[in-house]
């Protein structure tokens, strides 16, 4: 038994050195198509070869496409079998959701160390030699898999010393019907990302690569197909850190104080159940020891399925893109004609009333109630007198306005396919908040679906707590200066109709 693996491993060496040496298309190393190629693509010039296709793109940003990339169809075969059998890790957060590989040097199989054998020697050599970019030793590679509703969102690949990116795929007969194309985005003013203008269909044996910088803005669209799987290579070229500039720093939302407003309208909107103080204290008590509850059915019947149909009915100018596709992808209520309730439900999470009842709810210094009549009873209502903001800027740092007490932000947002936000590096943690998301659905939601709002710690991947939406629910969560949150991408398995969701952020104390 011993001597027949022996001569087998024998075998197998013999095999790798006369099989297992990856070679690109000899009529890529040709010098006339090196020197016209690396032309193109240095002078930002678009350029496609007529007998290769290989083509220069420069529009949004440079990056190239080359077909029949390797020479020997049979050798791609033996390293797609050896990478289908390699274990995959499920990657899944705010930016992606795929199955990946370990690194390529990790990796057994003959066929695979010959191709990370070529990417570290010959590939890089005729990378540095096409772009003009000094590249060091370093290369990184892994083996990525999407099947159906996984995705890449939005990024754009900066990290310390990567300088070029790359994509060498290994799908089967693959069409834009599929999904899983990498879309190419254009920059605003700001240098954020824009609109996708470029979209690339993966192809069997075929390479894409382009320079990371600030621009650089892609994603891989999400998968369509439910019987395909979109395989690939992929990784970077490290060399001298580029120096990228300072992020852009989005100006903050504008923060409103509690309004005054009669005591109508939350009355007629809210389920008097929680108006009960019995009920308002069990739900304190569960609050305090878990910072996060859902308060179901909190609007009234009739006042409920009013706010959906007019979201149903609303005109589709009356709701704006709210982006960039980096930071998040969803629509802004910004019209309300037509949204009768909708207009009196935002009133109502922006009162007075709205921050008194809240407080009682979770235990949170809110508000400082006073008690008014209505209808000849005593009822609880602020002082308004006690929440303010400051007129003017800090005179000491010329800072923007500095706030006083309790404030939030109300908006009304709609979420459908391909809707999501993500946590970024310049989110502000340097307040606590409560999050009070009301959310309109038609029917049961389910975290497969994606579309849930997922609280993490800064810097941290596990999530803290995991909010799927319901109908007619409001869910009321406590944050942390250390806790962010992102709602995951909708995929295409959600309904069609999708959710709304009536979103108010404020600010406040633990009693």
């Not at 011993?2 to 297992?20: M, N, V």
């Not at 290989?54 to 440079?62: I, L, R, S, W």
């Not at 995959?88 to 990796?107: A, G, I, M, T, V």
């Not at 070029?164 to 069409?175: E, K, N, Q």
Request: hydrophobic share 35%.
């Amino acid at each position: 038994l011993q001597r027949k693996t022996t001569r087998r491993a024998s075998s197998g060496s013999a095999s790798k050195a006369r099989r297992f040496t990856f070679e690109m298309n000899c009529a890529y190393k040709t010098d006339g198509f090196r020197n016209t190629f690396s032309t193109a693509l240095r002078d930002r010039m678009p350029w496609t070869d007529a007998s290769t296709g290989a083509t220069v793109y420069v529009d949004p940003f440079p990056c190239c496409v080359l077909s029949n990339f390797l020479s020997d169809d049979t050798l791609l075969s033996q390293l797609e079998d050896e990478l289908k059998a390699e274990t995959f890790h499920q990657k899944s957060n705010d930016l992606y959701k795929f199955w990946q590989s370990d690194d390529l040097r990790e990796c057994r199989g003959a066929a695979i160390s010959g191709l990370r054998d070529f990417l570290v020697s010959d590939l890089r050599d005729w990378m540095q030699d096409m772009t003009g970019i000094s590249l060091t030793e370093q290369v990184d590679a892994t083996c990525s898999k999407y099947s159906s509703t996984d995705t890449l969102l939005c990024h754009d690949d900066e990290l310390e010393g990567r300088r070029i990116a790359f994509i060498f795929y290994l799908v089967p007969g693959w069409t834009e019907s599929d999904g899983g194309s990498l879309d190419l985005f254009s920059v605003d003013e700001h240098g954020q990302p824009n609109k996708v203008t470029k979209s690339l269909v993966p192809k069997w044996n075929s390479i894409v690569f382009f320079e990371v910088s600030p621009v650089s803005f892609h994603q891989v669209a999400e998968v369509l197909s439910t019987e395909k799987i979109r395989m690939s290579i992929s990784g970077w070229f490290y060399g001298q850190p580029f120096d990228y500039p300072h992020p852009y720093l989005e100006p903050p939302a504008d923060l409103v104080i509690p309004r005054k407003a009669l005591l109508d309208i939350l009355f007629d909107c809210v389920n008097p159940r929680y108006f009960d103080l019995d009920v308002q204290g069990e739900i304190q008590r569960q609050f305090e020891e878990e910072s996060s509850l859902e308060l179901e059915e909190f609007l009234l019947e009739e006042v409920y399925t009013a706010a959906v149909r007019e979201i149903e009915a609303s005109a589709r100018d009356a709701w704006k893109l709210k982006g960039p596709a980096n930071k998040r992808n969803y629509e802004e209520l910004n019209c309300f004609v037509g949204c009768r309730t909708i207009e009196k439900l935002t009133l109502l999470f922006q009162s007075e009333l709205m921050f008194l009842l809240l407080s009682q709810l979770t235990g949170l210094e809110l508000s400082d109630g006073s008690c008014v009549e209505r209808n000849g009873e005593d009822v609880c209502c602020d002082r308004s007198s006690d929440l303010h903001v400051c007129d003017g800027s800090d005179p000491a740092t010329g800072s923007p306005p500095i706030r006083l007490g309790p404030c939030c932000v109300v908006c009304v947002k709609r979420w459908s396919h391909g809707s999501y936000t993500l946590v970024r590096d310049t989110d502000r943690t340097d307040t606590f908040s409560l999050d009070a998301s009301l959310f309109m659905v038609k029917r049961d939601w389910v975290s497969d679906y994606g579309g849930y709002v997922s609280y993490v710690a800064k810097d941290e991947d596990e999530e803290l707590l995991t909010v799927v939406p319901k109908p007619n629910a409001l869910a009321l969560v406590y944050r942390d200066k250390e806790t962010l949150k992102f709602v995951k991408h909708i995929n295409s398995s959600a309904p069609s109709s999708g959710f709304s969701k009536q979103q108010r952020e404020m600010g406040g104390r633990s009693r």
